[in-house]
T-cell receptor, first 111, second 112 residues
Framework: QKEVEQDPGPLSVPEGAIVSLNCTYSNSAFQYFMWYRQYSRKGPELLMY????GNKEDGRFTAQVDKSSKYISLFIRDSQPSDSATYLC???????????FGTGTSLTVIP | NAGVTQTPKFQVLKTGQSMTLQCAQD?????MSWYRQDPGMGLRLIHY???????DQGEVPNGYNVSRSTTEDFPLRLLSAAPSQTSVYFC???????????FGQGTRLTVV
């Protein structure tokens, strides 16, 4: 079983839609949960991170962590064509430890 | 700051050839790592280093060597290239207590 599972999509939505991206994981020791955005032919860039459970909001982006269900989500409100990218979730036990990445979800926002 | 710089951006190798992928960072980060990214497999850790002179294996280390003689540089060596090593390779660095990994632009490697 993989440490982190993520639906690869692809996901296609109209501009302005709310997007929900999700990952599940098996290691209950994970405490740091991150979302990276990767544009085509570029390296991933950190979008948001959350420590332990709860919600975190940054502009149009909201990250949620449910440790009891081992489930994390990223919501994008008022999606824009510039949000078209692959979104990767990542997790680690500690900040000094290895990151475990999901396979990424490809998102296209249609104008 | 240039961040993390990888060279080359593209490379075609013949089976059995060796090569070194270069990675340099100018953020004085101790933690550096190499990943490969394959369709449907995501980012998989090859090797990592927590400081100069210290390296360790990740999830998929076979066929690759690393060394870390300086804080800035972390080269990845392919010893005898195989078609299974066709992939996109990313180098990343991370600061102390950091949740943010800074990635390079990637090296697209094809082994024929």
């Amino acid at each position: 079983q993989k440490e982190v599972e993520q639906d690869p999509g692809p996901l296609s939505v109209p501009e302005g839609a709310i997007v929900s991206l999700n990952c599940t994981y098996s290691n209950s020791a994970f405490q740091y949960f991150m979302w990276y955005r990767q544009y085509s032919r570029k390296g991933p860039e950190l979008l948001m991170y959350t420590y332990s459970s709860g919600n975190k909001e940054d502009g149009r982006f909201t990250a949620q962590v449910d440790k009891s269900s081992k489930y994390i989500s990223l919501f994008i409100r008022d999606s824009q064509p510039s949000d078209s990218a692959t979104y990767l979730c990542a997790m680690s036990v500690n900040t000094g430890n290895q990151f475990y990445f999901g396979t990424g979800t490809s998102l296209t926002v249609i104008p | 700051n240039a961040g993390v710089t990888q060279t080359p951006k593209f490379q075609v190798l013949k089976t059995g050839q060796s090569m070194t992928l270069q990675c340099a960072q100018d953020m004085n980060h101790e933690y550096m790592s190499w990943y490969r990214q394959d369709p449907g497999m995501g980012l998989r850790l090859i090797h990592y280093s927590v400081g100069a002179g210290i390296t360790d294996q990740g999830e998929v280390p076979n066929g690759y060597n690393v060394s870390r003689s300086t804080t800035e540089d972390f080269p990845l060596r392919l010893l005898s290239a195989a078609p299974s090593q066709t992939s996109v390779y990313f180098c990343a660095s991370r600061g102390p207590g950091g949740t943010e990994a800074f990635f390079g632009q990637g090296t697209r490697l094809t082994v024929v």
